[in-house]
């Protein structure tokens, strides 16, 4: 299982907030940083986060394996 947080960064409102891991090296220490939940798979924290925001996307850095969605 891995803990997923959403990073709501208001300078990215095309691609929306970015998906990361936890303790990755991405994250802006000030933005404001929302826990999804743990998953065992990035799928089950996308859908979950497709149902809180329009729009969202992944990083890059921890999660690369992955294309955005939005
Ligand atoms: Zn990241």
Known sequence: MA???VENTENTPKTGPQIHKK???LIV????????G????????IEKAKG????ISLCPKCLPE????A
């Open 38 to 45: 743990s998953f065992s798979h990035v799928d089950a924290a």
């Open 29 to 36: 220490a000030t933005q404001p940083l929302h826990y999804l």
């Open 3 to 5: 803990e997923f947080f």
């Open 52 to 55: 809180r925001y329009h729009a």
């Open 23 to 25: 303790d990755c090296r």
């Open 66 to 69: 992955k294309t955005p969605t």
